[in-house]
């Protein structure tokens, strides 16, 4: 049996849009490669016209390129398993998948399977998030963790000891991935649920929000954040570059969100906020 490979090499703010746009057009098997991903459909059982118009839609936005072509079918799962590598922050966390048998203890253990959430530890962003997340004290604090992906932040802040724990997401297959990582990791004080910030209503507010996502949800998201987060509370970005700092800390100023630290990884940042008195 054969099967079409779709290889397909984007920006990594894209990467999970994508997937599941052609997720939508029939393809049911995906890789995360170095330079995108690749997905994978028994021959001629996907939609072309709609590939086509997912690739017309986000040539638009962004550099993509997509090459085709016939492979002979294999084990997706063993694949899979021999490119997801485990993965140490600061040499304090461990991430891993369920199929990972690692000898060495860590002071926190994390056990994701992203399938085609965003989230694995891997990308800079959400490395940046755990590594400063270790140094932000969750005790019993009430923790919200906006666009939640893999539920790895919401995981992390439960181990944390965090008293409480919103998450969510706008994709439902996030939703999906983030329940079956949360149960995994035998966290019970986490609460998720499909949606937006704008869409969604909170009550209370909380001592820490945490959001890795792309600078222009960020942007506009700023002033809900600051809506939703207790004074002196803490707030934790990352999903954008080093040179949008300075962009994000203007839209924080006007909520009186002050930066009490920044880092960095390979180009990408993350920024440690606290709201006024």
């Known amino acids: 049996m054969y099967y079409s490979r779709l290889q397909v090499i984007c920006d990594p703010d894209f990467s999970e849009l994508l997937m599941a746009e052609i997720g939508e057009a029939g393809f049911d098997s995906f890789l995360e490669t170095d330079t995108g991903f690749e ?28 090459f085709q072509d016939r492979i002979q079918k294999q084990n997706w799962n063993e694949e899979w398993e021999k490119n997801y590598h485990p993965i140490v922050v600061d040499n304090r ?19 994701i399977t992203p399938k085609m959430s965003f989230g694995t530890g891997h990308h800079q962003t959400t490395y940046l998030m755990v590594k400063n997340q270790m140094d932000i004290d969750h005790k019993k604090k009430r923790v919200m963790d906006a666009g939640c992906g893999t539920a790895i932040l919401s995981i992390m802040a439960s181990k944390l000891g965090a008293s409480e724990v919103e998450a969510f997401d706008i994709d439902e297959w996030s939703i999906t991935n983030a329940r079956d990582n949360i149960e995994l990791n035998e966290c019970t004080n986490i609460h998720h649920a499909q949606g937006q910030l704008s869409n969604l209503h909170y009550q209370g507010r909380f001592d820490i929000i945490l959001a890795n996502i792309n600078k222009n949800v960020l942007l506009d998201e700023m002033k809900l954040y600051n809506n939703y987060l207790k004074r002196r509370g803490t707030l934790l970005l990352s999903g954008f570059y080093v040179d949008d700092i300075p962009d994000l800390l203007k839209e924080a100023s006007l909520y009186e969100l002050v930066e009490t630290h920044r880092d960095e990884r390979e180009g990408w940042a993350a920024l440690t906020l606290t709201a006024g008195s």
């Open 39 to 66: 997905a994978y459909v028994e021959m001629e059982k996907y939609d072309k016209d709609h590939l086509q118009a997912v690739k017309e839609k986000y040539s638009l936005q962004t550099k993509v390129i997509f």
């Open 93 to 111: 966390c461990l991430i891993r998948a369920e199929f990972h048998q690692i000898d060495q203890k860590y002071l926190h253990e994390l056990i």
